[in-house]
């Protein structure tokens, strides 16, 4: 364990302090309008974390700034077993290896977490199972994903990018046999990967645990970050919370089904950030065990451009000091980089009884989390799991986002949707159809496509009549889909 951890320093003494940042998508809001208006503002980052899009818009991001640009990736589920040895995994790894070195990025954050479980899709992520055997297959998988990062990507100077794995959110519940804490350390001992630390995603274990019901957040911040890695911690991300859509717009029944306690916030980057997150950040970035921070980002995808200066100027008066001379963008790209480091040594295993056991119980997982199955075993019995907001997951959420998450299905097949209302054939049964089997994904995941797909199976088996209608409109929707993926970015300047 000491020649991982020596290995991990090793790797992170070659990426240079970002200072403060903001996590960003390319398009919402535009990349080029959002930088022209922070320039505007006279409240410009140090460097922006810029989320996995086409390649040809990270190549226009990548000449249009000479900002410091970081890679948020998307669609390496490493906490998938078995991942390590699927030819579309290590296809996942190559694209982000190239998306890294478009950008020139020193590191490369994923999600501890994935939308595709045994066949199963989802829109959002959900957490891995938070066990041992879990905690070692992530690691094996970040080893494969870091050995083709060394091979297929260097930086100036010969560097590779840093894996750093970010700590997911919980949405309603948590499965697992041990502490989150002690995931992430059983992780990093197996793995000489960096961490991102989600002070909102954070906030989200302390609701969706039963820690809110037994201690201040005050204390349970101590004891977490009494546990965490934190000397793995490479960077801190802050981003909004709100009462998600479904939970809005379908109110509780009764009284008794509303939640209790505290607000049934999830991870929502358009919303505004509430203090909470602000005071829990003041209470991480005061302990001394944080000797591996280079970034420090608002996450900011999605959310208004006014509101994105407004926040950004608070969080530079707060947090500038933390990075003397980083608050404000300073340096060029040719300080990235440092000496060639020895590749990540890596094996591919093959599938063992335990890594057959991890498999069985994602399985179980994703039945559970479909609605399909009740919570039953040690990940969801355990003291370190918490199944009290499941339900609102299968009633609420889990509908709203196959209806209406990433594409609303009435907007999307307008004419199909109104020939089978004429049948008298509920949108909801579609819920219940997505569910019914397990599917590969044999491509890049891509939500949008995968329920452009699924519908039309659906309008073949319980409409036939509607099939034609259907397929028209499908072609319509890839056909804009396409257009608007590869649309040049836009013209700086222009209003928000």
């Known amino acids: ?56 818009a990270l190549a226009a991001v990548r000449r249009h700034t000479d900002l410091p640009l970081t890679y948020h990736g998307e669609g390496l589920w490493v906490t998938q077993p ?55 297959v992530v690691a094996a998988n970040i080893r494969a994903v870091q050995a083709i990062f060394d091979r297929e990507c260097r930086l100036h100077g010969g560097s590779s990018p840093l894996f750093l794995l970010e700590m997911p959110p919980l949405t309603y519940f948590v499965a697992g046999t041990v502490p989150i804490p002690e995931f992430f350390r059983q992780v990093t001992e197996q793995a000489s990967c960096g961490l991102v630390l989600d002070v909102g995603h954070l906030w989200t274990v302390y609701r969706y645990s039963t820690a809110w019901q037994t201690v201040s957040l005050t204390a349970f911040l101590d004891r977490f970050l009494s546990e965490f890695p934190l000397e793995r911690v490479v960077e801190i991300h ?23 306690g505290l607000p049934v916030w999830t991870d929502a980057h358009a919303a505004p950030i509430p203090p909470v997150l602000f005071e829990m950040l003041d209470q991480i970035v005061s302990v ?13 995808d999605t959310k208004p451009i006014e509101l994105i200066a407004d926040e950004y100027e608070g969080f530079a008066r707060q947090y500038g000091t933390l990075f003397p001379g980083r608050a404000q963008a300073s340096a060029s790209l040719e300080a990235i980089g440092g000496e060639r480091l020895d590749a990540e040594t890596t094996s591919r295993r093959e599938a063992g009884p335990e890594e057959d056991s991890v498999r069985r119980a994602y399985e179980h997982y994703a039945r559970v989390v479909s609605g399909q199955v009740a919570p039953a075993g040690p990940e969801w019995t355990s003291p370190a799991a918490c199944s009290e907001g499941l339900p609102w997951y299968h009633t609420s959420y889990l509908p709203y986002e196959i209806l209406h998450w990433g594409g609303e299905i009435g907007a999307m097949f307008p004419e199909t949707c109104r020939g089978l209302a004429a049948q008298q054939i509920s949108l909801e049964t579609f819920v219940a159809y997505w569910f019914r089997e397990p599917r590969p994904v044999e491509s890049s995941y891509d939500f949008f496509e ?47």
């Open 288 to 300: 001394p065990r944080l000797p591996h921070l280079k970034g420090l980002a608002l996450e900011v």
């Open 1 to 56: 364990m000491n020649s991982l951890h020596h290995e991990y320093t090793r790797r992170v003494d070659q990426v240079p302090v970002q200072g403060l940042g903001l996590s960003v998508d390319v398009y919402s809001p535009d990349i080029v309008n959002l930088l022209a208006y922070l320039r505007r503002r006279q409240a410009f980052p140090a460097y922006l974390e810029v989320f996995r899009a086409a390649s040809t």
């Open 82 to 136: 078995g991942a390590e040895r699927e030819a579309l995994f290590q296809q996942e790894a190559s694209a982000a290896a190239a998306q890294l070195a478009l950008l020139h990025s020193v590191w490369s954050n994923h999600e501890c977490a994935t939308k595709h479980i045994a066949g199963y899709s989802f829109g959002t992520y959900l957490p891995p199972l938070y066990t041992p055997a879990s905690a070692a």
């Open 238 to 260: 802050v981003a909004g919370l709100s009462v998600h859509e479904s939970m809005v717009e379908t109110p509780m029944r009764s009284p008794a089904e509303r939640p209790p």
């Open 450 to 496: 995968i329920k452009i797909d699924r519908f039309l199976e659906f309008v073949s088996e319980v409409a036939p009549d509607s099939r034609a209608i259907a397929r028209r409109e499908a072609e319509e929707l890839r056909a804009a889909y396409r257009s608007a993926n590869e649309a040049p970015l836009p013209v700086a300047g222009q209003q928000p």
